[in-house]
C-alpha cells in the first residue's frame, strides 16, 4: 500500500503542474490585462506602465527564467501567494476565511449525510410504499426548487418573521448563533438529491441474494441494515462524500453572501468579480491539492471497507 | 413500516439535529448589548478595497475613511448651494492676484489620534508639512495612486519630483524631504501652493478631497503596505475592527479637537428639526459600525428590525414602502419611518463610440438610437417611475443646468422620426447598416433586463443589435481600448460643479480617461480649456450650457436619466439631511435614545 500511495502522490506533480497552467493561462492569457483596472479612473499612461513593472506584467509569459508563468509556479510551491488587490496578504485571507466556511459546511455536510444516509435505508427498506412514493416526490420537489428560494424563505420566515434565529452575520453573535441558519438551510436544500441518491444506492444493494438470507435466516431489520446492507453500499457513499470533503474548503458562495458570513466562497466571488487573479490563483491551487489528497484518501477507504479492493 | 418507526434512533437523530441548530442559533442579538451607547449602524453595499486616503476613489471606503482622515476644506453640511468652508483650514486661502499662489493657515491644535507608530503612542500635532506629504506621496509613481490625474500638470515642480520617483527602486526609497517648488509649508501651519496655471476648483476639488487628508507619515512609513488597515488620521472617529469584506466598527477619537454642530442652514432647516443641535459639540455618536451586506433582503429585513438606521429601498420592496403617489406606505408609517427624496448629482447613459467605423461618422444613426428609446418607460420599469429624464447630461442638482433642456427635445421619443433617420443613415453607410454591439456591464437580473429594454426599442425602429453581457473587468477593458461600439454607463459628480460632466468629452480625455466617447469637437476643446481656468460666473455658466449643446447637438450618447434617491431612515436617526457630497457625515448624527427603545417594543405589537 505504501508504494501505492507513493506512486499517486507523484502523480499530483503533473497534476498540479496543470492546474497552474490552466489558472494562468485562463487569467492571463485569456482574461487580459489588468493593469487598466487597477490603475483607476483616469490614469496615465506611465502609472499604467508602473503598475505592469510593480506586478510583473511587462515580463515575458513562458521563455524566461523570470518569466511570468515560472513566477507563478514559484509563488505556488512556496505557497508564497504574495498580496491581493487590496494589498491584504492572501494567506492572512485564506487563514481567516477558512473557520468560518469550515463553521458552515462542516455540520451542512455531517447533517445532510447522517439523514439522508438514514432515511435512505428506511424508504429503501418500506420501497414501492406510499411513505417511499412520498420521499421520492419531496425529493424531486426538493431538487427542483432553486436553492436561491431556500434561502429567501429561510431567512425571511425563521430569522425575520418569527426571528428564531438572526438575519445576518454580526461580530458580536458567536459563530454558532450566525451559521446556524444558513447551515440549516444547507441541509434542508441538499436532502432532495442526496436522499434519492442514497436511496438508489440501498434499493441496490436491498436486492441483493445476501439480504434475502439473512431476512430467511431470521436476523432483525436494524441487524441486516445496519450491519450489512449499509456495510455494502459504502463504496458508493465513500465516493461521493469523501470528494465533497475538499469542497468544504471552498464555503459555500450564496449562504455566505446572503448571510454574510466571511468565509472562503465570500473571498473567491469578490476576487472572481474583481479579477483578482492573485486570490483567485491561491485558492485554486489549494482547492487542485485538497482535491488530489481526497481522491487518495478515496481510494484508500475502498481498501478498507470492500476487502474484494486490493491498493497495488 | 411500523417496525422500522420504532427504530426511533433515526428520528431522534434528526429531532436532535433541529434542536441544536434551534438552539444555537437562537437570536438573543446584537444591539440590546449596546443600549448604554450611541451607535450608528449602516450597511455597505460592497466590500472595502482599503483605508488609505492617498489611494481610494471607491465611494464606500471613502464614506468610512471620510470619518477617520479630515481635508483642508469640507462642504458645509446645511446650506444649499453646497458652499465650501474650513475644515482642517483655519480659514479660506489667501489668493494671490496673479490666482497661482495659495497660502492655506492650518488649524493649530489639532493631533493625530494616539497609536503605536508614535514616540510612547501618543499622536502628534498636524502641521503643513503633512499636507506636503500627502500630495508627494500621490505623485510618487511607485505608489501607484489613482488620484494623479486630480494633480497632473497642475502645481509646480511636482511634475518633476514624479519624474525623479521614477528613478527610485521602490515606494520606500523616495525622499519626501525633496523639494517641491510649489509645494511648501512655509511654517509648521501655513501651506503655501504654486500653481502652473489658473486652477479655480483647487480647493473644491483637490483640498476637499480625502486623496489629499493627511494621514500620519510615521504610520505610512511604520505600516508599510499594511497601511490600508491602519488609517491614522485627525477625524472624529478612529478604526477599531475591521473584519475584511463583512465589518468595520469605529470609536470615538478621544484625541479628537470637537467641532460645534452648524448653527446656520437653509430657511427650512430649523423646521425640520437639522438646527436642533447648532453650536453642540461633535461627535455625537459613541461608535459607527457598518456591515457589509452585499444582497439587498438582508439588509432591507435588518432596516425593518430596527438593526440598521437608514436603508435604500430596494427595487423588490419598493410597493411595500411607497405608494403610488410617491409617499410612505402606512406600513412605513406604522413604524414610524421617514422618507428622504433628493436629487443626486448623477447621470446615465448608452454611450456611442465616436472612433468606431460605424457609429463615429453617421451621426444620424446615432440620433436615431436616442429617439428610439423611450426614457419614460424606462424609468417607469426600473426605478419605479423616481428618476428624472436626462434632456442633456449636465444633472439638475448643478448651478449650470439649463431649465430649458427639455424644450430642445434631444431625448424625446419619437420611433417614427427614428425611422427616417435610419434611411438617411443607411445612405451615409452605403449599404444596409450592421448589427450593432452594445456592452452591458453586469450579467445579473437587472443587467440583463436594461439589456433587453435597450435592444427592444433600438431595434423596433429597424436595427438590430447584439446585447453583450460582460463583468465588470472585461467591460472596462473593453471601453478603455476603445473597442465597444455602444456601451451602457454613468457618472456622478463629486464637486457641485458640472465640470466633471464637462470634462467627459474633452478630447485629450479619451479612453483610457474620462471620454470614454472619444468624442472629438475642436469647438468644445477650445471652450473647456477656456472655462478651466475661469472662476464661477454667469459667463462661464453661459458656457457650460453652451458647451453642453455642442455635445447634445453631435450625439455621443444617449443620455438617459438622472438619479432621484429615495431613501428611509428610522425617527431616531437625527440630522440625516441629505447631501450630495456626503463624506465624512457621521459626526453629525445623533440617536434618540428613546425612541429607539421604543421601536424595540413597537415592533413586538406589530408582530
Known amino acids: 500500500m505504501t508504494a501505492y500511495i507513493i506512486r499517486r502522490l507523484l502523480y499530483t506533480i503533473p497534476i498540479v503542474f496543470g492546474v497552474l497552467m490552466l489558472t494562468f493561462v485562463l487569467f492571463t492569457l485569456v482574461g487580459g490585462d489588468i493593469s487598466l483596472e487597477i490603475a483607476g479612473k483616469g490614469a496615465t499612461q506611465e502609472t499604467i506602465d508602473e503598475i505592469r513593472e510593480e506586478y510583473g506584467f511587462n515580463k515575458p509569459l513562458f521563455l524566461a527564467w523570470d518569466s511570468q508563468f515560472i513566477n507563478h509556479f514559484k509563488s505556488a510551491l512556496t505557497f508564497d501567494f504574495g498580496r491581493a488587490r487590496d494589498r491584504e496578504p492572501i494567506i492572512g485571507k485564506i487563514k481567516r476565511g477558512v473557520g468560518p466556511s469550515l463553521a458552515l459546511t462542516v455540520p451542512m455536510f455531517f447533517g445532510v449525510v447522517i439523514i439522508s444516509v438514514s432515511l435512505a435505508l428506511v424508504v429503501a427498506f418500506v420501497h414501492g410504499s406510499i411513505w417511499d412514493i412520498s420521499a421520492v416526490f419531496i425529493c424531486v420537489a426538493g431538487m427542483s426548487i432553486p436553492y436561491l428560494s431556500f434561502i429567501l424563505f429561510g431567512q425571511y420566515f425563521l430569522a425575520y418573521k418569527w426571528g428564531v434565529f438572526p438575519v445576518f452575520f454580526s461580530p458580536d453573535l458567536t459563530m454558532a448563533q450566525y451559521v446556524a441558519l444558513p447551515a440549516l438551510i444547507g441541509i434542508v436544500a441538499g436532502l432532495g438529491g442526496n436522499l434519492r441518491f442514497y436511496r438508489t444506492v440501498m434499493l441496490d444493494e436491498m436486492r441483493s441474494d445476501y439480504v434475502r438470507t439473512a431476512f430467511a435466516k431470521g436476523l432483525d431489520t436494524k441487524r441486516v441494515l445496519f450491519k450489512h446492507v449499509l456495510k455494502n453500499a459504502m463504496i458508493p457513499i465513500i465516493t461521493r462524500v469523501v470528494l465533497a470533503i475538499p469542497f468544504l474548503f471552498l464555503g459555500s458562495l450564496l449562504l455566505e453572501r446572503f448571510f454574510g458570513i466571511p468565509g472562503l466562497g465570500y473571498l473567491m466571488i469578490g476576487a472572481i468579480s474583481s479579477r483578482d487573479y492573485f486570490v483567485i490563483n491561491a485558492m485554486t491551487y489549494i482547492s487542485a491539492i485538497l482535491f488530489v489528497v481526497f481522491n487518495l484518501i478515496t481510494d484508500i477507504c475502498y481498501s478498507l471497507v470492500d476487502p474484494r479492493v486490493s491498493l497495488e | ?607
Not at chain 2, 458645509?76 to 480659514?91: D, G
Not at chain 2, 443587467?447 to 472596462?476: C, H, I, N
Open chain 2, 1 to 607: 413500516m411500523m417496525s422500522i418507526l420504532k427504530h426511533k434512533p433515526i428520528l431522534l437523530l434528526v429531532g436532535l439535529i433541529a434542536a441544536t441548530f434551534v438552539l444555537a442559533g437562537c437570536d438573543s442579538s446584537s444591539s440590546d448589548k449596546d443600549s448604554d451607547e450611541m451607535v450608528l449602524r449602516h450597511a455597505l453595499f460592497t466590500k472595502l478595497k482599503g483605508l488609505d486616503p492617498g489611494n481610494m476613489r471607491d465611494v464606500y471606503s471613502v464614506t468610512v475613511a471620510s470619518q477617520i482622515c479630515e481635508t483642508l476644506y469640507q462642504y458645509h453640511f446645511l446650506k444649499r448651494p453646497y458652499e465650501i468652508v474650513p475644515l482642517l483650514a483655519e480659514q479660506m486661502p489667501q489668493i494671490s492676484d496673479d490666482f497661482l499662489t495659495y497660502v492655506i493657515k492650518i488649524k493649530k491644535g489639532v493631533y493625530f489620534q494616539d497609536d503605536k507608530c508614535f514616540p510612547g503612542g501618543r499622536g502628534r500635532e498636524l502641521k503643513a508639512e503633512d499636507f506636503v506629504f500627502a500630495v508627494k506621496r500621490i505623485a510618487n509613481i511607485k505608489y501607484l495612486s489613482q488620484n494623479w490625474s486630480m494633480f497632473d500638470g497642475k502645481i509646480v515642480g511636482l511634475d518633476e519630483f514624479r519624474e525623479y520617483t521614477k528613478g527610485c527602486e521602490s515606494e520606500d526609497d523616495v525622499d519626501y524631504a525633496r523639494e517641491v517648488e510649489g509645494l511648501t509649508a512655509s511654517d509648521e501651519h501655513t501651506l503655501v501652493i504654486k500653481l502652473k496655471k489658473t486652477w479655480p476648483q483647487l480647493v473644491g476639488t483637490a483640498l476637499a478631497d480625502i486623496a489629499t487628508a493627511p494621514i500620519a507619515k510615521e504610520a505610512v512609513f511604520s505600516y508599510g503596505k499594511d497601511i490600508v488597515s491602519h488609517p491614522v488620521g485627525t477625524g472624529p472617529f478612529v478604526l477599531k475592527v475591521w473584519h475584511r469584506g463583512s465589518y468595520v466598527e469605529l470609536v470615538r477619537n478621544p484625541k479628537f479637537r470637537g467641532e460645534p454642530y452648524p448653527g446656520e442652514g437653509e430657511a427650512s432647516d430649523a423646521e425640520a428639526g437639522y438646527l436642533d443641535d447648532a453650536g453642540k459639540i461633535m461627535p455625537f455618536a459613541d461608535r459607527v459600525v457598518w456591515t457589509v451586506i452585499e444582497e439587498y433582503q438582508p439588509a432591507w429585513l435588518l432596516f425593518l428590525q430596527g438593526k440598521l438606521d437608514n436603508s435604500p429601498i430596494p427595487k423588490d420592496n419598493y410597493n411595500e414602502a411607497i405608494t403610488e403617489t410617491r409617499e410612505l406606505t402606512p406600513v412605513m408609517k406604522q413604524r414610524n419611518i421617514r422618507l428622504k427624496k433628493f436629487l443626486d448629482p448623477s447621470t446615465f447613459w448608452l454611450g456611442f463610440n465616436m472612433q468606431d467605423p460605424v457609429l463615429g461618422s453617421n451621426k444620424p444613426l446615432r440620433r436615431a438610437i436616442s429617439y428610439a428609446i423611450d426614457r419614460d418607460k424606462f424609468i417607469e420599469i426600473f426605478f419605479n417611475g423616481r428618476h428624472l429624464v436626462a434632456h442633456g447630461f449636465i444633472a439638475p442638482l448643478m448651478d449650470s443646468y439649463d431649465p430649458n433642456i427639455k424644450e430642445k427635445g434631444y431625448a424625446r421619443y419619437d420611433p417614427e422620426k427614428a425611422r427616417e433617420l435610419l434611411k438617411e443613415a443607411e445612405q451615409i453607410h452605403g449599404r444596409a447598416l450592421p448589427e450593432l454591439k452594445m456592452a452591458i456591464p453586469g450579467t445579473d437580473s437587472f443587467s440583463r433586463q436594461l439589456g433587453q429594454f435597450l435592444k427592444r426599442y433600438v431595434t423596433a425602429v429597424g436595427l438590430d443589435v447584439e446585447v453583450e453581457y460582460m463583468d465588470w473587468p472585461t467591460y472596462m477593458e473593453k471601453v478603455n481600448t476603445r473597442s465597444a461600439q455602444m456601451f451602457s454607463s454613468g457618472v456622478r459628480a463629486s464637486i457641485p460643479d458640472a465640470e466633471d460632466f464637462l470634462g467627459m468629452f474633452y478630447s485629450k480625455y479619451w479612453a483610457p480617461g474620462s471620454n470614454r466617447f472619444n468624442y472629438l469637437n475642436p469647438e468644445f476643446d477650445r471652450l473647456y480649456e477656456k472655462i478651466e481656468v475661469m472662476f464661477d460666473s454667469p459667463e462661464r455658466k453661459e458656457l457650460y450650457r453652451k458647451m453642453e449643446l455642442l455635445v447634445l447637438e453631435d450625439c455621443p450618447a444617449a443620455f438617459l436619466n438622472h438619479r432621484v434617491v429615495f431613501a428611509l431612515h428610522h425617527d431616531w436617526y437625527k440630522n440625516y439631511k441629505p447631501h450630495a457630497f456626503a463624506y465624512g457625515m457621521s459626526k453629525y448624527r445623533r440617536i434618540d435614545m428613546k425612541k429607539r427603545a421604543e421601536y424595540k417594543k413597537l415592533l413586538k405589537t406589530i408582530k
